[in-house]
């Protein structure tokens, strides 16, 4: 079945960086574009940025811009999500998101991980 | 990036029906017909309800709809059940972010 799979919780002291990485299986990974979406602890949902994971396209929020680093592997259906200089505020829950070739919205998600920046 | 604008929580009776609006502008909501809506149960990740402002996935109860009248959408759930208690969010393209969500609603199902 079409499904997203994220990599496992992460712990990061202030300044570092983590990379999450989203494993796709049952479609084609190069056809559909992939974002990233986070969510603090009970706050919104908040968009980060996307991937054309076909030719490799990348556009960020401004919010994240120079920190947030979007990539992809085609030979591993994975895309990447790297976020540098963490401070406390980006504790949160990070979720990638398949956008749908046939209308404008997310139709799969991954299951989440946990980053937690800690000193 | 200033977030769509939801009531904070909704709440009705079972086999009430209710509605939570989505409050934009002219540059998102108002500006064209990519609104979408989405559930989320506590620790699990969203699940897409509603595309397009009114077009339901494969799969999604037709106790939920989707409407918009200018700046602002709206979700229905009609029927109400006990497993519809979640947390909902809108989501609109914005072509200077491009994508936003609303601050979401808690529905609760009395």
């Known amino acids: 079945q079409v499904q997203l799979v994220q990599s496992g919780a992460e712990v990061k002291k202030p300044g570092a960086s983590v990379r999450v990485s989203c494993k796709a299986s049952g479609y084609t990974f190069i056809s559909y574009a992939m974002h990233w979406v986070r969510q603090a602890p009970g706050q919104r949902l908040e968009w980060m940025g996307w991937?054309?994971?076909?030719?490799?396209?990348?556009k960020s929020s401004q919010k994240f811009q120079g920190r947030v680093t979007i990539t992809r592997d085609t030979s591993a259906s994975t895309a990447y999500m790297e976020l540098s200089s963490l401070r406390s505020e980006d504790t949160a829950v990070y979720y990638c998101?398949?956008?749908?070739?046939?209308?404008?919205?997310?139709?799969?998600w991954g299951q989440g991980t946990m980053v937690t920046v800690s000193s | 990036q200033s977030a769509l604008t939801q009531p904070a929580s909704v709440s009705g009776s079972p086999g009430q029906s209710i509605t939570i609006s989505c409050t934009g502008t002219s540059s998102d909501v108002g500006g064209h017909n990519y609104v979408s809506w989405y559930q989320q149960h506590p620790g699990k990740a969203p699940k897409l309800m509603i595309y397009?402002?009114?077009n339901r996935p494969s799969g999604v109860s037709n106790r939920f709809s989707g409407s918009k009248s200018g700046n602002t959408a709206s979700l229905t759930i009609s029927g109400l059940q006990a497993e519809d208690e979640a947390d909902y969010y809108c989501?609109?393209?914005?072509?200077?972010?491009?994508?936003?969500f609303g601050g979401g609603t808690k529905v609760t199902v009395l």
């Open positions: 397009d402002v009114t």
């Open positions: 989501s609109s393209y914005r072509s200077s972010s491009p994508w936003v």
């Open positions: 991937i054309n994971a076909g030719n490799g396209n990348t």
């Open positions: 998101a398949r956008e749908s070739q046939w209308f404008a919205a997310f139709d799969i």
